[in-house]
Structure formats: structure tokens, C-alpha cells
Nanobody, 127 residues
């Protein structure tokens, strides 16, 4: 069972930046995909960003495109989410996810493309 451990959440003022990290316990997903989702209070979990591990293709939600960047470190089995120009609407619990199979690019935002999930890390953006 792959374990995903997130870190880097916290409290930041609007306009600030945070970097989230997610380290996987093994490389089961090395032919698949890793991504970030988020869930705000009272809302459904939504897609944020994803990266296909082998090709490094990325996909972003419209709401974060141009502000967030997803990247990876193969040697560390780690995926990062650099979040800049944070807004109050970005406040949520952020979840890391990993999929064993390589999805087509248009399927990267779908939760069914992912087999394993982290526990989540809180990001709070204040005014």
C-alpha cells in the first residue's frame, strides 16, 4: 500500500506563497500520475493540478493556472505544488493523490484516475 505524506501547509496572507510537498513511500506510480486536489469547507473536493510521472505532462485547474506550479523530484519520489499569489478562495485542505496507471491528459483531473490519497494538509489564506 503506497503511503503519501504531505507537508508545507500553513497560514499565509493573501498575495503570499506556499510550497506543498508530497512524498510517496515507493514508486508504484512511476508509470502513472500524481496530483493535488483540495476541499474547502462545505464544498466538494476539486482538482488543482497533476503531473504524469514519466512524461512530465501537467494539467491545471483554470482557477490556479498561472499561479500554481506542479513539479516532481524522481529521486525523492516527491511531487511539489508551488502556490503563488494566494487568494482567500484558495483556503482548503489540500490532498496529494497518486495513480498507478497513466491516464490520458483529459482524465488527469478525474478522481477516478487516482488510487491512493494522502491525509491532507491545511492551507489558510488570510486577508
Amino acid at each position: 500500500q503506497v503511503q503519501l505524506v504531505e507537508s508545507g501547509g500553513g497560514l499565509v496572507q493573501a498575495g503570499g506563497s506556499l510550497r506543498l510537498s508530497c512524498t510517496a513511500s515507493d514508486r508504484t506510480f512511476s508509470n502513472g500520475v500524481m496530483g493535488w486536489f483540495r476541499q474547502a469547507p462545505g464544498k466538494e473536493r476539486e482538482f488543482v493540478a497533476a503531473i504524469r510521472w514519466r512524461e512530465s505532462n501537467t494539467n491545471y485547474a483554470n482557477s490556479v493556472n498561472g499561479r500554481f506550479t506542479i513539479s516532481k523530484d524522481n529521486a525523492k519520489n516527491t511531487v511539489y505544488l508551488q502556490m503563488n499569489s494566494l487568494q482567500q478562495e484558495d483556503t482548503a485542505v489540500y490532498y496529494c493523490a497518486a495513480g498507478i496507471k497513466r491516464p490520458i491528459i483529459t482524465a488527469m483531473p478525474l478522481q477516478l484516475s487516482y488510487d491512493h490519497w494522502g491525509q491532507g494538509t491545511q492551507v489558510t489564506v488570510s486577508s
